[in-house]
Nanobody, 126 residues
Framework: QEQLMESGGGVVQTGGSLRLSCAASQNAFRSAIMGWFRQAPGKGRSFVAGITGHGEGTKYSDAAKGRFTISRNNAENTVTLEMNSLKPEDTAVYYC???????????????????WGQGTQVTVSS
């Protein structure tokens, strides 16, 4: 069964950094578009960043540009989200997600992603 598992969340002060990791259980994810989404209390799930199958292309939300960096290591089946200059409004549950391998574009709609992790909480204190 395909699985994704996030780790690395926690509590950090404003201006701090966190590194989130997503581990995939199967090699099927090696060429899949991968994305990070987040969901704040009372809000819908929103796109944060995405990366193409071999890491040659990335896409970021306006909120993430210049502060977050997405990367992947296909040999280890992992995707990483480096988050810097964190703000209280970044507080959310962060999810890793994968598109079906036949797709080649990073998209921002959660509906386009087939497999999801359980999420990891990120809390930024002011």
């Amino acid at each position: 069964q395909e699985q994704l598992m996030e780790s690395g969340g926690g509590v950090v002060q404003t201006g701090g950094s966190l590194r989130l990791s997503c581990a995939a259980s199967q090699n099927a994810f090696r060429s899949a578009i991968m994305g990070w989404f987040r969901q704040a209390p009372g809000k819908g799930r929103s796109f944060v960043a995405g990366i193409t199958g071999h890491g040659e292309g990335t896409k970021y939300s306006d909120a993430a540009k210049g502060r977050f960096t997405i990367s992947r290591n296909n040999a280890e089946n992992t995707v990483t989200l480096e988050m810097n200059s964190l703000k209280p409004e970044d507080t959310a549950v962060y999810y890793c997600a994968a598109r079906s391998p036949e797709y080649i574009l990073v998209t921002e709609s959660p509906n386009d992603y087939r497999t999801w992790g359980q999420g990891t909480q990120v809390t930024v204190s002011s």
